[in-house]
C-alpha cells in the first residue's frame, strides 16, 4: 500500500502552480515538480527492483549465493527510501564508501532546515537525492557495485532505433563544411531524445531518401518547435577559432541509448570538418536519471555499431573507435560535480579544478533538461529574461545549451511567445515539443585562467 501524506506535511502543501521568482519545489501542488515527487519518483523506485529481479538469475551465475544478502538489503533500502519520500522525511547523511560523501553531507548540513526534505526542499535537491542514494545503496553492497541498474533501458533505446540509425548514418556522409549542413545536425541532436520513433517509422518515398538530411530535418516539422535557435552563434564561434593550435569542445552528456548516437555523429562532424581539434565528454560517475550516459554506455555504443550488418554503420563504429584511439576524441576525467545537487554557477567555488577544464575549451555545450534547469539554478526566472543573466556569471567558456522542454524552467524567449504557448498548448512546459539552442560568450580574458582564476571570474559569480 502507498503510504499517503503526515497531516503535518500536507498542510504545507500549498495547492498552486510555482510561483514566478522562486525555485521548483514539490510543495506547490500544481507543478511537476510535485507530480514528479509523488508519482514518477516511486515508479522509477519500482522498475529499479523489477530490472533487479529480472537480472537475478544472470548475476546469481556470476556471484554465486553471496548475492542473495545484497538483494534483500537493496530491495529494502529501495522500500524504505520509497516511504521516507512519500512521507516527505528530512534528508539523511551518507554513511558509506560513497567517493563523494563529504561533499554531499556539506550540502546537506547547510540547508536550511525547512528545506532538508523532499517536498519542501528544491526540486533539483529532491531529485539529485534520490538517485545519490539509491546508487549508494550498490556502492555499498558486496556483490552489485557496478551494476548498472539503468543499462537494459539505454541499450534497448538504442537497439530499437536500427532504421533511424541505418538512415542518419547514411545522411551524414559526405557532408559539406557550410552552416547549412552544421545546423542540420544540431537540430537533429536536439531532437533525438524525444522523436526517434518518428525518425525510425519514416516512410521514405525512394531509396535515395534514406541519405537525405533534409528529409530527416523535416520528419516531423520539428523547426516551429525550436523556441530560440542560435545556432549560427555557435557556428560562428568556432569558426573564430580557426587557426589555432588547439580548439577543445566540451560535450557535457545527456542521454544514452540514440541521443548518444546523435551525440556521436554530431561530434564525428566537428572533428571532421576541423571545427575541434578535440571534444572531451563528460559523462556520469554512476547510473543517474534513468538514462544519463556512463563511460561504459559510450564503449558499448561505439562497439554495437562496429558489429553491425550493415557495412556503413560498421564503417561508423570503427571510425569512432579510431577517433577515440587517436585521442580526438575522448572521456574526460570523471568527476562527481556532475552528480551532485549544486547548480554551476557555484562550480567555480565547489570544483575549481573542473571549472579551470571547462576554461581551457573554446565551447561548451550541454545537453538537456537537467543540464538546463543546473544552468538556470532550477529557477523560475521570466521567461524573457536573457540567457546570460539567468547564469549568474557562470560562464568559464563560450557555451550552447540545447534542450527539450521539460519543466517550467525556460529563459530567453521572445516577448509574447510563452503566453501565446500557454493558451495553444498548456502542457508546452512539460510536454518536450518544444526546444531551444541558446548561446553565450565566455568572461575569458587574457590573463592565464589555467594558474589561477582572474577577478573578472570571481567578480561574476
Known amino acids: 500500500m502507498t503510504p499517503s501524506f503526515s497531516s503535518s506535511m500536507g498542510a504545507d502543501l500549498l495547492d498552486v502552480t510555482t510561483p514566478r521568482h522562486s525555485l521548483l519545489s514539490g510543495r506547490f501542488k500544481q507543478s511537476f515538480a510535485y507530480i514528479a515527487l509523488q508519482t514518477r519518483m516511486p515508479g522509477i523506485m519500482s522498475q529499479i527492483i523489477m530490472t533487479l529481479l529480472s537480472n537475478k538469475a544472470r548475476l546469481q551465475q556470476i556471484h554465486g549465493s553471496e548475492l542473495d544478502k545484497d538483494f534483500h538489503i537493496i530491495i529494502e533500502s529501495i522500500e524504505r527510501l520509497k516511504r521516507e519520500l512519500l512521507r516527505d522525511r528530512n534528508f539523511q547523511l551518507f554513511h558509506g564508501n560513497e567517493p563523494d560523501k563529504a561533499e554531499w553531507n556539506a550540502f546537506i548540513s547547510e540547508l536550511p532546515r525547512p528545506k532538508r526534505s523532499f517536498f519542501r526542499a528544491s526540486w533539483l535537491h529532491s531529485e539529485c537525492y534520490l538517485y545519490r542514494r539509491i546508487s549508494s545503496f550498490f556502492e ?55 522523436f526517434e520513433i518518428q525518425l525510425s517509422s519514416f516512410i521514405f518515398e525512394s531509396p535515395k531518401d534514406h541519405s537525405n538530411i533534409d528529409v530527416l530535418a523535416h520528419v516531423a516539422d520539428l523547426d516551429r518547435r525550436v523556441l530560440v535557435d542560435e545556432s549560427l552563434m555557435v557556428w560562428n564561434c568556432l569558426l573564430k577559432a580557426k587557426g589555432e593550435k588547439e580548439v577543445i569542445v566540451d560535450y557535457i552528456c545527456d542521454n544514452g541509448g540514440f541521443e548518444l548516437f546523435t551525440d556521436l555523429l554530431f561530434i564525428e562532424y566537428l572533428v571532421d570538418q576541423e571545427l575541434a581539434t578535440k571534444v572531451r565528454m563528460h559523462v556520469k560517475a554512476i547510473p543517474w536519471y534513468i538514462s544519463d550516459v556512463m563511460k561504459h554506455d559510450i564503449e558499448w555504443t561505439i562497439k554495437y555499431l562496429k558489429d553491425s550488418k550493415e557495412e556503413h554503420v560498421s564503417m561508423l563504429g570503427k571510425k569512432l573507435e579510431f577517433l577515440m584511439e587517436s585521442e580526438r576524441i575522448v572521456i574526460a576525467p570523471i568527476s562527481h560535480f556532475w552528480t551532485g545537487p549544486q547548480s554551476y554557477f557555484v562550480m567555480v567555488d565547489s570544483n575549481v579544478e573542473l571549472y579551470r577544464m571547462l ?54 524567449l521572445p516577448e509574447g511567445t510563452a503566453d501565446h504557448l500557454m493558451r495553444t498548448d498548456p502542457t508546452w512546459m512539460i510536454s518536450g515539443y518544444y526546444g531551444v539552442i541558446q548561446y553565450t560568450d565566455s568572461l575569458k580574458c587574457k590573463c592565464e585562467v589555467q594558474h589561477s582564476l582572474c577577478s573578472l571570474h570571481s567578480k561574476a559569480i
Open 140 to 194: 555499498n553492497s558486496k556483490c552489485l557495485r557496478d551494476f548498472d541498474y539503468f543499462q537494459d533501458l539505454k541499450q534497448e533505446d538504442l537497439i530499437v532505433s536500427n532504421k533511424a540509425i541505418s538512415c542518419l548514418t547514411l545522411a551524414t556522409r559526405g557532408l559539406m563544411k557550410d552552416f547549412k549542413s552544421f545546423s542540420r545536425l544540431m537540430r537533429i541532436n536536439l531532437w533525438s531524445n524525444h
Open 359 to 412: 576554461s581551457q575549451a573554446q565551447l561548451a555545450i550541454f545537453k538537456g533538461d537537467l543540464n538546463y534547469r543546473k544552468l538556470l539554478g532550477d529557477y523560475i526566472w521570466d521567461s524573457t529574461e536573457e540567457f546570460i543573466t539567468c547564469l549568474r556569471g557562470f560562464r568559464p567558456t563560450n557555451m550552447c545549451a540545447m534542450r527539450n522542454v521539460k519543466c517550467e524552467v525556460i529563459c530567453g
